[in-house]
């Protein structure tokens, strides 16, 4: 029983009840964020298809998602209730757009948009008094900080609702078309590779590919592209333990609104071609990339990575006083070495890209077996410089020697360019994107650039007479540059035990101490006014077998070194870890280095791995990833090659749910920490 005191206790609760139903029955009515209407192209015709459109209209700042939204959210649900014998068909989306917050890209749409859907007709369907069209349809309206799920009950009396022709041939315009070609994908380790058909005149701004099937693919993750005449070939990271079905379907989006639909079988997909240019990677006008070019090979005169090339060169510039003749002879013999070899590097490069493999500048040194080429020929010139033979080719003391001045030359470039300064990182990057004949232009630009001051000292005679009188003491110089020579000997060892382990260097160093042993006895023979061609070939012959049995096995055995890890916590790169990175809302820091570039190792020391910026990493909650890419690593050339970079270095930093930006090639030692602490929670 209810006591009498309770009486007016139920009485005031139920007079609250009823003053709040009618706010709940209008919080029930409460229009949506997204509104939404079902419209009919045309009358009904028995037997023939009626397109719907549910045509969205979402508030300034809300979006609405595609079918596949991505790495948050939910695509839209249809219930429909059809006239007996009529079928709902699949429903036909607009190219969707990129919307990545904290890491996580969704696939929305922004401003009206409307979804279209065919429904089949039965041959004998009334034509008056039909019964309502009514969809139930639940979608998400988002904003970029909260989502709202939204649902709505759509009728269409189709005895009284107008036809609108125009509003439907707007919205049919923006539904991709489907390709009417065959399409094939392939699974290649851990990416999804997809071939379209798709003609090379067509203009691809900034492709991508929405995947249809939800969690295949690691949606915020760079998608490299690149063509095989026309064919576009689509390479997009896989999620982690997925089995990929058959077929897959999505939308190929050009970068303007414009699109194609596919479905997708499995089959061969060819290896990658010309690296696809695209909007977002502008390279620029085609003079400003000479210019860059031309004033990157001039910096590399001054690069401490060239300086023991430099040796080299002064010796000839001080022979250059000697006669105009030999100086203009000698300018040009060196300038035709330099330019050579880059064009022969471009062309090299070029072609194996073409290829389908995976090179980026500075490829030579990422082969262990070009670097134990290398050591060797360190070794010979060291032993040349410090007399222990004569060898023309080499021999910088030799004046009026064209052949010598263009070994040099090509020396000069071989070892100079990989190098890559701050002027010409842009304009090799570019050469990677440009059709051949400009990509050698800039390839030609740089070897010019790196020879000019050669050149310059050959054709200008005041610019001559400031160098020292040749004098005897020019073989004492010759002497000492030894050293340097010898410290790069030295450093190519370091660089094979990187690249190849202790077998390997172990190899390598033979191959070299036996050639400079068969070079000692064959300078002994020459000293005295003998032939030594003969025995050096005899002594050298054996250890040149010895390195062509065993230098393929110790490359085949020996995985590149493990990096050290000094001050900065870094886990290696991937495209995987990248986008764990950038989902979980903090700020990354990525940079791309290798043994062989001292311009990594000098921004290293100077402003990456230091305590301060350890300090400033772990008060920001920085994730750092490094990408290793002393030995040839595909997955980071594709990252390069879509950031519009040749080579390394090359530093990415991302802050917190934002996009990437590219640092500069050169940093001090402050600019990591004030990149930290400016992204740093506040009071911390």
């Known amino acids: 029983m209810i006591r009498a005191r309770t009486l007016p206790l139920l009485a005031a609760i139920c007079a609250l009840i009823a003053a709040l139903l009618p706010g709940f029955a209008l919080a029930q009515e409460r229009a949506n964020h997204i509104a939404a209407r079902l419209v009919a192209e045309g009358p009904v015709e028995p037997g023939r298809p009626l ?115 125009t509003a439907f041939d707007r919205w049919r315009a923006a539904i991709p078309a489907l390709l009417d070609r065959p399409v094939t994908y392939a699974i290649d380790g851990k990416r999804l590779r997809i071939a379209v058909p798709l003609p090379a005149a067509v203009a691809l701004p900034e492709p991508h590919v929405f995947v249809g099937q939800r969690d295949l693919v690691q949606y915020a993750a760079v998608q490299t ?17 997925v089995v990929a079905p058959d077929p897959i379907s999505g939308i190929l989006s050009f970068g303007d609104g414009d699109g194609v639909r596919f479905v997708g079988e499995k089959g061969t997909v060819p290896a990658a071609g010309v690296p696809l240019k695209i909007a977002s990677a502008d390279t620029g006008p085609l003079w400003l990339l000479l210019l860059g070019a031309l004033a990157g090979g001039l910096l590399l005169n001054v690069m401490p990575c060239v300086f023991p090339i430099l040796s080299l060169k002064a010796l000839s510039l001080a022979r250059a006083g000697e006669s105009d003749a030999r100086a203009r002879a000698e300018g040009l013999a060196y300038t035709a070495g330099v330019v050579i070899a880059t064009l022969a590097l471009g062309v090299l490069l070029l072609g194996l890209r073409s290829a389908g493999e995976a090179v980026g500048w500075a490829f030579q040194l990422q082969e262990p077996a070009v670097v134990a080429g290398l050591l ?134 033979i191959l070299a101490l036996g050639v400079l042993v068969a070079l000692w006895a064959a300078g002994r023979r020459q000293h005295v006014g003998k032939p030594a061609g003969r025995t050096f070939a005899l002594l ?60 990594c190792k000098v921004n ?27 030995r040839r690593d595909p997955e980071i050339t594709r990252f390069l090659t879509r950031q519009g970079a040749a080579g390394v270095p090359l530093y990415m930093w991302y802050p917190a749910g934002g996009e990437g930006v590219q640092l500069p090639q050169v940093l001090t030692p402050e600019s990591l920490v004030t990149l930290a602490e400016g992204t740093a929670p506040a009071g911390s």
């Open 225 to 241: 592209f690149s063509r095989e005449g026309d064919l576009l070939i689509a390479e997009i990271p896989l999620a982690d333990a």
């Open 51 to 165: 397109t719907l459109a549910i045509a969205f209209d979402p508030e300034p700042g809300w979006h609405g998602y595609w079918s596949n939204p991505g790495d948050a959210g939910y695509g839209m649900e249809l219930d429909w209730q059809l006239p007996e014998g009529w079928q709902a068909g699949e429903s036909q989306y607009p190219v969707p757009r990129k919307l990545v917050i904290g890491g996580l890209m969704n696939h929305v749409y922004k401003g009206p948009y409307a979804v279209l859907v065919d429904l089949a007709v039965p041959e004998r369907a009334a034509v008056q008094n039909i019964a309502p069209i009514v969809v139930d349809a639940q979608w998400l309206a988002c904003t970029d900080e909260i989502c709202v799920p939204e649902q709505a009950r759509l009728t269409l009396d189709l005895s009284s609702a107008p036809p609108q022709p």
């Open 604 to 630: 290293e020391g100077v402003a990456i791995e230091r305590e301060a910026t350890k300090a400033a990493f772990e008060k920001a909650g920085v994730v750092a990833l490094v990408g290793d890419w002393t």
């Open 376 to 509: 060797v020929l360190a070794v010979a010139i060291t032993a040349n410089l410090a007399g222990l033979y004569e060898l023309p080719a080499l021999s910088v003391t030799r004046g009026g020697e064209p052949a010598s001045a263009f070994a040099t030359g090509l020396l000069a470039a071989f070892v100079a360019t990989p190098c890559t300064g701050p002027f010409m990182a842009a304009a090799m990057g570019a050469a990677l994107l440009l059709p051949p004949l400009q990509a050698l232009l800039l390839f030609g630009a740089l070897g010019l650039g790196l020879a000019l001051p050669f050149l310059l000292l050959g054709f200008v005679p005041p610019l001559r007479r400031m160098l020292p009188r040749p004098g005897p003491w020019m073989v004492r110089f010759q002497r000492w540059m030894a050293v340097p020579m010898g410290l790069t000997a030295v450093a190519l060892v370091w660089l094979c035990w990187r690249l190849g382990g202790a077998w390997f260097t172990a190899v390598s160093l």
């Open 540 to 599: 050298a012959a054996p250890f040149a077998v010895f390195a062509a049995v065993a230098l393929p096995a110790a490359i085949a055995e020996q995985p590149t070194a493990a990096r050290a890890q000094d001050v900065i916590p870094a886990q290696p790169f991937s495209e995987a870890r990248l986008s764990e990175a950038r989902a979980s809302g903090k700020p990354v820091f990525v940079w791309f280095t290798a043994d062989w570039c001292l311009t």
